[in-house]
């Protein structure tokens, strides 16, 4: 629950024409997503109980549930449509209205949940305890909304959130059942507050650092939460912070501080896991091999430059901040252009060959060497064996093909420099 992941829980049993058996092993009830042909249904399971789903088509509203946890599956294929509508208004999506026209929009999405709860939920017969979650899931798709619309518009004046949506930017409300029962919209609504409302609220948009990390551990230590509140939020700090830097000092310190105050969490499992991947990609260890396509459509591999220091840049033609950054690495290119023992490489990840290409004929400051890695799931992909979640990223490979930094400093840190000439000593 402090990760976004996906976690596959059931496989293929067995399978014949017009009928899927799967098997779930699940400790207890929970939610849990139903993927078919790229389509996400909600689902809630319990142990040791059968659920059978008898589909026309994808439409969660022509779905037939039979089996115990029926009533409450129906339910969710309604709630869920509820949500799909809830992305647009008039032909727009919703964080494309004006703050009038949305809050006219989320009244109207409470009002079908509301409808929803009271034709359906509040007719069965299912526990209080279950109705409440249900309901409550709603509430958070709600939120979910709320935070997106508030970013979208407020993203780094977050002070100035109108009061309508003040309430977006204080810590989302906190229950037990929603970590138990495995409510990845609960989970998606706390990254939101701690990677980029807290963060926003802590420091300069433009100055966000590893000290970051540690102020928004330091202000959840300092609020008035629940304990578990206090647990749940500050795991997710680690967590997210983690996977964007990897293994450093400010992330040894968060964690460090974090089992202090609570050493028998529920979540250290998980950050365990996430730091153990991370060790593989440590200072010292082999750097991962990847390969892709050269504009002249040849194969280069990370391996055939073995002996040379070799920076890496993660881009693609559509990153904004990917492309802010070139001018200062052909600055940083110049100052080595006359050390044959560096290189530049640059890994596209555009699936328009076409727009990578032409703009590398286009932009002067784009000199060095580059591949095109059209999918990050293909053959020879860096995406996975160096966790990466988002561009740019760079990386720093020493000349014995040894991992220095897997999350390096961007060209315009000034740091650069320094780091590749200590490897040449």
């Known amino acids: 629950m402090i990760s976004s992941e996906p976690i596959s829980i059931g496989h293929v049993l067995h399978q014949e024409t017009n009928q899927v058996v799967l098997e779930v092993v699940i400790p207890g009830p929970q939610f849990a997503f139903l993927e078919i042909d790229g389509t996400f249904l909600p689902l809630y399971l319990e142990p040791r109980r059968d659920l059978q789903l008898y589909m026309g088509s994808t439409d969660p509203t022509s779905i037939r549930f039979e089996g115990p946890s029926a009533i409450a599956n129906g339910y969710l294929a309604k709630a869920h ?36 709860d009271q034709t359906v939920l509040a007719k069965t017969n299912l526990a209080d305890s ?18 997106n619309y508030v970013l979208a518009h407020y993203g780094e004046k977050l002070s100035q959130v109108p009061d ?17 029962f495995k409510m990845s919209e609960y989970a998606d609504i706390a990254h939101i507050y701690v990677s980029y409302i807290l963060r926003s609220l802590l420091s300069s ?11 928004v551990d330091r202000f959840i230590q300092n609020s008035p939460y629940s304990l578990a509140e206090k647990d749940y939020l500050r795991a997710k700090n680690c967590y997210n912070w983690l996977t964007i830097t990897g293994i450093i000092p400010a992330t040894d310190q968060l964690i460090t501080q974090y089992k202090a105050s ?37 194969t280069l591999a990370l391996s055939s430059l073995k002996g040379k220091v070799v920076y890496v840049d993660v881009w693609a033609t559509w990153c904004m901040p990917c492309r802010a950054e070139f001018p200062q690495a052909n600055q940083l290119q110049q100052q080595f252009s006359s050390t044959p023992g560096v290189v530049f490489l640059y890994v596209s990840i555009d699936q328009n060959q076409v727009a990578w290409k032409k703009l590398l004929q ?60 200590e490897l040449m000593l």
């Open 130 to 147: 279950l109705k409440e979650v249900l309901s409550a899931r709603n509430q958070v798709s709600l939120i979910f909304i709320q935070q």
């Open 262 to 298: 609570f050493p028998n969490s529920f979540y250290l499992s998980t950050l365990a896991q996430l730091y153990q991947k991370w060790s593989a990609l440590a200072s010292g260890q082999p750097a991962p091999d990847f390969y892709g396509v050269t504009p002249r459509g040849d």
């Open 81 to 116: 449509a509820i949500r799909q509508r809830a992305e647009q208004s008039a032909g727009r999506h919703y964080t494309q209205l004006s703050l009038t026209e949305f809050t006219t929009h989320l009244n109207a999405v409470r009002g079908q949940y509301e409808r929803l």
């Open 362 to 421: 286009d932009d002067t400051h784009l000199t060095g060497i580059h591949i095109n890695q059209a999918s990050v799931e293909q053959a020879g992909s860096l995406w996975k064996p160096y966790l990466l979640i988002s561009i740019p990223r760079y990386i720093l490979i020493d000349q014995k093909g040894r991992i220095v930094q897997a999350n390096a400093d961007r060209p315009s840190s000034g740091k650069v420099a320094a780091a590749i000439q």
């Open 205 to 215: 948009p433009k100055m966000i650092s590893d000290s970051t990390a540690l102020a």
């Open 164 to 180: 309508p949506l003040k309430a977006v930017v204080q810590p989302p409300l906190f229950n037990s059942r929603f970590v138990r």
